[in-house]
């Protein structure tokens, strides 16, 4: 008997689940060129700098969604295929990412919305 991480049961391109995933990684980038915007916008206002909160946010959402995203698409979904291999400790694994991703994606939308939230408010005064 294989363990559950052997090659055979492993899809290393998922295709469908790639495109959600390039899809995070284009809004991680549209979060750093938000960062460098609002940078400068409130280099201009001379508040303090928390552009540096936005570039975080757009590192966890990269660090915490898209790479368990593609662990689950290339490594567990692919044992629901073969009763062989399915183990009980694979529903484990895809709790364990979906709670990572839900916390990772509900902490990079707190780091983003704070900063620009300040902002609003300091050119609203």
Partial sequence: MWSWFHPA???????????????FVL?????FWYARILGNLLVMIERPPLDT????AGWILI??????????????????????VATPN????????????FFGMWVAAVLA??????????TSE
């Fill in 27 to 31: 809004l991680a980038v549209v979060l």
């Fill in 9 to 23: 049961y492993t899809i290393w391109v998922p295709f469908p689940p790639l495109f959600l995933e390039v899809g």
């Fill in 53 to 56: 909160w936005v570039r975080v």
């Fill in 63 to 84: 660090l915490t969604f898209s790479l368990p995203h593609y662990y689950v698409s290339a490594v567990v979904y692919p044992h629901f295929r073969s009763p062989l």
């Fill in 90 to 101: 694979v529903v484990g694994h895809l709790w364990a990412c979906r709670t990572i991703s």
């Fill in 113 to 122: 919305f704070i900063p620009g939230f300040l902002y609003y408010r300091w």
